[in-house]
């Protein structure tokens, strides 16, 4: 389902046009306002796009604003994840970083806890042994493992998550810890791009950064 097939949508005909390139999405301003700090100020403002009701937006690819409209207008998202060992990979954690740099761009809160969810359900099925496939308790599919390039763009989206006060929970924490902390061995194991991939991070988080020295410091205590 998408935004244009939602109740909200379907209530009354769209007053408003969102310009993106060449694309025109018709919108209701009284679904946009309330949630878009962006979109109420530029309605609200004596400008000519205002007074025409045509809002351009030129820093957003169409099919990232379908993802953001989507999730303003209640519809079902889909994750931008890939599926899998290439869940973290770098065309995934790209989709990741240009939606929730919309949001940022129009000033919406609480997309990125939506998000961050399906960070955490594929953290969650990590194994911590990258050399074997850890069935899961009912007997089907396999826990997922990751490249060790892939580390560093977790570290960067979850430092990103957290920053939009956002954080995963404690066992998926875990679990990426002890992964990442099984291959530690040499400059370019996943335990070493990890901690290099954190101490690079140009604006950390205190709250993320702290969930990681915890989530250490339990693992050594386990041992």
């Not at 990103?160 to 002890?178: G, Q, W």
């Not at 070493?192 to 205590?221: H, Q, W």
């Amino acid at each position: 389902m998408s935004f244009k097939e939602t109740p909200f949508y379907k209530f009354s005909s769209p007053d408003i046009t969102i310009l993106i390139g060449g694309d025109e999405i018709p919108a209701h301003e009284y679904v946009l306002t309330p949630q878009s700090e962006f979109f109420n100020a530029a309605l609200r403002s004596e400008t000519k796009e205002a007074l025409q009701r045509r809002i351009k937006l030129p820093e957003i690819r169409p099919e990232v604003m379908t993802e953001v409209l989507n999730w303003l207008y209640r519809a079902p998202l889909v994750s931008p994840l890939d599926t899998g060992d290439t869940a973290f990979c770098d065309k995934s954690m790209a989709k990741m970083k240009e939606i929730l740099k919309a949001h940022d761009i129009l000033q919406i809160k609480g997309a990125a806890r939506d998000y961050c969810k399906f960070v955490e359900e594929n953290l969650q099925k990590l194994g911590t042994d990258p050399t074997v496939r850890h069935p899961h308790e009912d007997g089907y599919g396999t826990y997922n493992t990751f490249h060790r390039n892939y580390t560093g763009n977790i570290v960067s989206t979850l430092n990103d998550l957290y920053s939009c006060d956002c954080r995963i929970s404690k066992d998926a924490m875990t679990r990426l810890v002890a992964t990442v902390s099984y291959d530690n061995k040499g400059p370019d194991a996943r335990l070493s791009r990890f901690m290099s991939a954190v101490e690079k991070l140009e604006t950390p988080n205190g709250t993320y950064f702290r969930d990681i020295s915890l989530a250490f410091a339990a693992l050594r205590m386990a041992k």
